[in-house]
């Protein structure tokens, strides 16, 4: 029974340090240039329009309040969990590959993942992912495409305009309104419509 106890004790704090190492590893693996370029990449992007954010936030109900744990808590627990509920995640998956990060694993892509949740909000991320984003034809981000499709800012489109825009960003070649303008419609439909129906509940 001794034995057990001291096995347990071990085991517990094992599991403790793992924790620690996966919340907060992110602060030993990113020297100082890395959390300087972080730094300049979460800052230099216009905000995005309250509009924008309520829609997202909508489509995709508790984004702004869940992080990377809920994401693969899912994942384990779901079999095909949506990328778009966790905005931080698709930011570390654009910023990693950009950081002077030798043999970058997976674990690594996670630590900079919990690193920037720390230290940012969903909503930064948010911003960070529609303010670079490659739309395709020469649109990078939000306000670029919003003109190009629909000659407006982003503060000013409505809701089926931006379901278009969030179809365009699943995939931007595939929603593309001139190559398929049948899908893209379709598409940002059932943004549309995810939207309305999600108003009501």
């Keep these: 029974m001794k034995y057990l106890k001291r096995l347990l004790i ?5 599991f403790i340090l793992v924790f620690l190492y996966l919340e907060f590893g992110g602060r030993f693996i990113l020297n100082t ?11 230099i992007n216009k905000k995005l329009p309250d509009n924008f954010i309520n829609f997202y936030n909508t489509v995709y109900p508790n984004t702004m309040s869940q992080n990377s744990w809920d994401f693969y808590i899912k994942a ?5 969990p949506n ?6 995640r698709q930011t570390g998956n654009r910023i990693m590959p950009t950081l002077n990060i030798q043999n970058k694993s997976p674990l690594d892509y996670f630590l900079l993942i919990r690193y920037i949740e720390q230290n940012y909000t969903q909503k930064d991320c948010l911003n960070f992912n529609f303010s ?5 034809n020469n649109n990078k981000g939000i306000e670029q495409v919003s003109r190009a499709a629909f000659n407006k800012p982003a503060k000013e489109l409505h809701p089926l305009e931006m379901g278009e825009i969030l179809a365009l960003y699943n995939n ?7 190559r398929n303008p049948e899908y893209a ?3 940002a439909t059932y943004f549309y419509n995810l939207y ?5 509940k």
């Design 196 to 200: 309305l129906n999600n108003l009501k």
């Design 172 to 178: 931007p070649r595939k929603s593309n309104r001139y």
């Design 76 to 80: 384990f627990t779901q079999s095909n």
């Design 132 to 136: 670079n984003f490659d739309f395709l």
């Design 185 to 187: 419609k379709e598409r």
């Design 33 to 43: 240039d890395n959390k300087r370029e972080i730094t300049w990449n979460m800052r």
């Design 83 to 88: 990328v778009n509920e966790c905005p931080c």
């Design 10 to 14: 071990v085991a517990c704090i094992f």
